[in-house]
């Protein structure tokens, strides 16, 4: 069974551009939440979508938003980009929502420079 | 006051011996509770989950969980250096899951 797949791996952008990220759920799974994770403010919770609907959301200005597509697949878009931006993006795959834990992809490494 | 504390560490134990992983929770409503282990450079990867007060054993690990208390622990038994990594404590309630900011385990040979 496939995993939770994230594209691209590894992002270099400037500032003030805009980046879109992607995640694949595992196959079955109809939620999809987002993570931040930086070595200060460990994981930081975006948001979650569930059946293309954004249920929850973080404290991230709104720079930050996202979507969910009808395969379940999303993605995660960050416009004007700041330094403060460089991070790991975690998309994190559950078969529903509530709390039966989650499965990681390998995350998206941004580079703001 | 944090949602989800754990103390950074690094906590360091011999090889063979028994890791106990702390973690402490703010939402007195909260349902689940979780342990996650995320290697250098690696994605969080689930290793336990607990909902209810007591112990939950799975091979060498036992989650414990204490409510009333909010209070939620991990036991390693029989540390190995393959298990030297960060682990995160990680609290759910309806509306999301809340992750502690991990601590480092280190195993010595």
Do not use: H
């Given at each position: 069974k496939a995993g939770v797949t994230q594209?691209?791996?590894y992002l270099i952008k400037t500032r003030?551009?805009?980046?879109t990220l992607s995640c694949s759920p595992i196959s079955g799974h109809r939620s999809v939440s987002w993570y931040q994770q930086t070595p200060g403010q460990g994981l930081q919770f975006l948001f979650e979508y569930f059946s293309e609907t954004q249920r929850n959301k973080g404290n991230f200005p709104g720079r930050f938003s996202g979507r969910q597509f009808s395969?379940?697949?999303?993605?995660?878009?960050?416009?004007?980009?700041?330094?403060?931006?460089?991070?790991?993006?975690l998309c994190a795959s559950?078969?529903?929502?509530g709390s039966y834990g989650y499965t990681f992809g390998s995350g998206t490494r941004l580079t703001v420079v | 006051q944090k949602?989800?504390?754990?103390?950074?560490?690094?906590?360091?134990?011999?090889?063979?011996?028994?890791?106990?992983l702390n973690c402490t929770y703010s939402d007195r409503v909260s349902q689940s509770f979780f342990w996650y282990r995320q290697y250098s450079g690696k994605s969080p990867?689930?290793?336990?989950?607990?909902?209810?007060?007591?112990?939950?054993?799975?091979?060498?690990?036992?989650?414990?969980?204490n409510k009333a208390s909010q209070y939620?622990?991990?036991?390693?038994?029989?540390?190995?250096?393959?298990?030297?990594?960060?682990y995160l404590c990680a609290v759910g309630g309806y509306q999301k899951v809340t992750f502690g900011t991990g601590t480092k385990l280190q195993v010595i040979p």
């Open positions: 594209t691209p791996r003030g551009q805009q980046v395969n379940s697949r999303s993605e995660m878009n960050v416009s004007t980009l700041e330094l403060g931006d460089s991070a790991l993006y559950s078969f529903t929502r | 949602e989800v504390e754990q103390n950074s560490g690094p906590l360091s134990v011999p090889e063979g011996a028994i890791a106990s990867e689930l290793i336990m989950s607990i909902y209810s007060n007591g112990d939950k054993e799975d091979g060498r690990f036992t989650a414990q969980l939620v622990s991990l036991l390693i038994r029989d540390s190995q250096p393959s298990d030297s990594a960060t």
